[in-house]
Structures are given as structure tokens and as C-alpha cells.
């Protein structure tokens, strides 16, 4: 069975899309896995309709979680509308409903096709970005973006123009084959974007 909504760490995560516009050599995807540490079956065999998903979500009664994230084993902003729409709905019928997240290539303006990070305004409590390196040159060796430098440029500019209107944003890279030095230099990259540095572990296969 297909996993719309899972619990990891006491947070609610919400699976809408395989969809991606990158290839990240750490992701799973690539490896032929279906699912990952969170999940078993995040492998999604139709993307669910925005109804199936808000019924899902509801079921798992996601006031008693400490934070909605909307992740999954593609990038969520290709469901942009979908998502938004959700927060609308769970922010009415939901008392008590968790900080909202998303965690986010930074490419939701770019897959779009127009500035969406307005539209995050009062929606979006956080936003995790993956950085995954302080150069152009670092992040198309490591994401892979199909646009390539276009996917970079527009990584950076959402972040940006999100951290004006999203009270939390903050980037990440995954600590794999990274120096000190790389992460002071990302660490500075996301600061002068207005945003916070997180570095992941590594977590093999």
C-alpha cells in the first residue's frame, strides 16, 4: 500500500509526488529503492488527489504531531497549488495544527513558471532548502539540476525572496565528502541569503 502521510520523530510527513527536477548522487531514488528510513512504500503509484491526501493527513490526526512536513520522494512544489491548498483547508478544520514545512530543492518558482514565494506568506511556517554546496560548481556535481546553472540561480533567488515572507528558512547539505571549510563557506552563502545553515548526516543505503 501507497504512503501518503507517515510519522518519523514525532513529525508528520506528507508524501504527494515521485516528480523531480534533480538527481542528488546521495538520494535513494537512484538505488532502485521505493522507500527509505521513514517509510517502506513512499514509491507513489498515482499521485493521490488533494482530497485523498487532506483525508490522510486528518486520519493521522496531525495536532498531536510537533511539525507537518511536506517532503516525500520527490520535490513537493511540483504540487504547489495542491499543498497550499491542503494548509488552507487543515489550518480551518484543525485546531491546533503543527508549524507547517517544507522541504524543498528551492526550484518551486523555477518548476512553476512564475515567483510563487508570496504565496508562502502566512502558509509556510518553515522551509528547508537543500544547498548542497557553496558554488554553482558544487551543487550541479552533487543535486544535478536538469536546468543546470539556471536550477542553481533559482535555488538561490527563491531563498532570498522566501526568507522576506516565511518566518523560518533554512538551508541544508548533507556532511558526506565535505571539509570545514566547504561548510563555512556554505555556512556564509545561506547567511547572506537570510537564511540558516543545517548539515545532515550521511545516511547510507
Known sequence: METISY???????????????????????HNGHKGSIYADDLWLEHEPTREEALADIIAHHPEHYRELVFCGFGEPTYRLADLLWLVDRLREQVKDLPPVRINTNGHASLINGRDVTEELRGRIDVLSISLNGAT????????????????????????????KVVPQVVMTIVDKDKTPEDIDRCRALAESLGAKLRVRAYIPD
Open 136 to 163: 554553482a560548481e558544487e551543487y550541479c556535481a552533487v543535486t544535478k539540476p536538469r536546468d543546470g546553472l539556471k536550477g542553481w540561480e533559482a535555488m538561490l533567488d527563491f531563498t532570498r525572496k522566501a526568507a
Open 7 to 29: 510519522e518519523y520523530e514525532g513529525a508528520l510527513y506528507v508524501n504527494l509526488t515521485n516528480r523531480c527536477d534533480c538527481a542528488c548522487v546521495f538520494c535513494l531514488r
